[in-house]
């Protein structure tokens, strides 16, 4: 006798904690994104706890909160994990309390430091026992200087610790993308030949700091970044949502590797009250929905497109990510990933 096929249940089903990247996911520039806030105050309303974490160390958490709240989101300062947040965790297990810090970066990360119990300074010659790194608009040669004097190494090897709030190669700002913390970090790297601990995306002490915040025991994660958001949630061996609203798209999806797959696949947030369809694959033909795709001799053909785009892709990341083949090995029809 044959089972039962699996009954397709929505991205929420069981889940008590929603936490939601920023930037691509609730919002871009000034503006909110389509069907985010609605869809996210929903959320709340059926009794699932949302909460937001950010990699941008440029920002308190009660700015953030308060942004947030511009939009139509009820967001306190404590629904808000900031990578800063997590970097105190990293430093606390590094220097002893009260410690002299030497600070790259702006006011969300005084603001964390000094919450911490410890001391900011902005000169390696004040001796400080650690440096902490984050994006500010205002960083410049001279901070990203005094951070290399600071960490300087001496004959034996032996140095401070260098805490990085996140390792953003880019950030998106109003007219176009720019150099992120990731790319401040690498100056001082190749200045002093040493890597930081990392608090945020994609490393997991940021999901951790979220998790533990709000007592989470099955927590699902948004995000619109493979390489940050989904492959830290994979990490901290968390479920995951890729929203398709923010900096990967299609293309991006269909060459995810193993490490980067989210769990769920969705045009904008209202998908996440959507019974999730199940892929099935018979015969090398996947099937979502209406969509099938047929995955044969190194080709990928649509059989059907189906009722809406969004399944063709579901169907077509499923055949792809279930042959194990990488992607520059399959001849992949353009129009899977032409920009909808």
């Known amino acids: 006798m044959l089972g039962r096929r699996p009954r397709p249940v929505t991205p929420l089903e069981g889940v008590d904690v929603l936490l939601a990247d920023l930037d691509g996911v609730v919002y871009q520039g000034p503006h909110a994104i389509p069907h985010a806030v609605e869809s996210l105050n929903r959320a709340v309303d059926e009794g699932i706890r949302v909460g937001y974490i950010t990699n941008n160390a440029s920002r308190s958490d009660s700015v953030v909160a308060a942004h947030l709240t511009d939009f139509g989101l009820t967001v306190a300062p404590s629904d808000v994990v900031t990578s800063p947040q997590a970097a105190m965790r990293l430093l606390a297990a590094a220097v002893p309390a009260g410690s002299l810090i030497l600070v790259v970066g702006g006011e969300g990360l005084t603001t964390e430091i000094e919450r911490a119990g410890f001391r900011v300074t902005r000169a390696a010659s004040d001796g400080p026992a650690a440096v902490v790194q984050g994006f500010s608009p205002d960083v410049g040669w001279k901070d990203l200087a005094q951070a290399a004097l600071a960490l300087a190494r001496d004959r034996s090897g032996n140095g401070i610790p260098w805490v990085a709030t996140n390792t953003d190669w880019t950030i998106p700002v109003e007219g176009g993308i720019a150099p992120g913390n990731g790319t401040l970090v690498s100056a001082v790297h190749t200045a002093v030949g040493i890597l930081p601990q990392v608090a945020g995306k994609p ?138």
């Open 203 to 340: 490393e997991t002490p940021i999901f951790t700091e979220a998790v533990e915040r709000f007592g989470a025991s099955s927590p699902l994660f948004i995000g619109d970044r493979l390489d940050t958001d989904i492959l830290g949630a994979q990490r901290a061996k968390m479920r995951s949502v890729h929203v398709l609203t923010g900096i990967d798209r299609a293309k991006q999806l269909l060459a995810a590797d193993a490490s980067s797959r989210p769990d769920f696949l969705l045009d904008d947030l209202r998908q996440l009250f959507e019974p999730y369809p199940i892929a099935v694959t018979r015969n090398d033909v996947t099937t979502v929905a209406g969509a099938r795709v047929r995955l044969r001799n190194g080709r990928v053909e649509i059989l059907a497109d189906g009722d809406r785009p969004i399944d063709l892709l579901r169907a077509a990341c499923a055949a792809i990510w279930g042959s194990g083949l990488p992607i520059y090995a399959l001849d992949v029809p353009p129009r899977l990933y032409s920009e909808r």
